[in-house]
């Protein structure tokens, strides 16, 4: 099996920025696609980012935040910039060890997910 450890969640005034990180352990030689997603109080869950065949972003997000990888530490990272309120939620990472992206019906693993507070 696979874990994966969320951390860099916190409160941040708007505008600001924040870094995410997320390490997996266990068997990661398999993992083809990593992934955040975030969920806000009454929503449903979104996809933020998506790192595998190719790199997808929700169209919310597109020119504030960056996925990348670090495949020798087996950890990906989510840079959040210009944050504002509606980014407020707890932000999942979550892994698919088959297909080449991350879609939330078929994920076969989720970290237990880190709390982004955007406010003044």
């Known amino acids: 099996q696979v874990q994966l450890v969320e951390s860099g969640g916190g409160l941040v005034q708007p505008g600001g920025s924040l870094r995410l990180s997320c390490a997996a352990s266990g068997s990661i030689f398999s993992i083809n696609a990593m992934g955040w997603y975030r969920q806000a109080p009454g929503k449903q869950r979104e996809l933020v980012a998506d790192?595998?065949?190719?790199?997808v972003y929700a169209n919310s997000v597109k020119g504030r935040f960056t996925i990348s990888r670090d495949n020798a530490k087996n950890t990906v990272y989510l840079q959040m910039n210009s944050l504002t309120p509606e980014d407020t939620a707890i932000y999942y990472c979550a892994v698919d060890r088959y297909r080449d992206y991350v879609r939330a019906e078929t994920a076969n693993y989720w970290g237990q997910g880190t709390q982004v507070t955007v406010s003044s």
């Open positions: 790192s595998g065949g190719s790199t």
